[in-house]
């Protein structure tokens, strides 16, 4: 299971930048190493803020107190 969720990192960090930057460019293992360190602070993010969205959440469905 963990080698499938690698491979579709690996696929994903090198499909992104293919669009946008030539694969033989010399630029291309830059722009791929910026993929990949934005989705890895994606990932992070995503777990960090966990708790703030789900208090945010409660908040919005609490009922108004008079």
Known sequence: MLDWVG???????????????????PHF???RAMCGLFLIVLVVYIIA?????????RWRTKPPTA
């Open 7 to 25: 491979e579709q990192i690996h696929w994903l960090v090198t499909y992104v930048p293919a669009l946008f930057v030539a694969q033989d460019s």
């Open 49 to 57: 803020f966990r708790p703030i969205r789900s208090a945010f959440a």
């Open 29 to 31: 293992n830059l722009f």
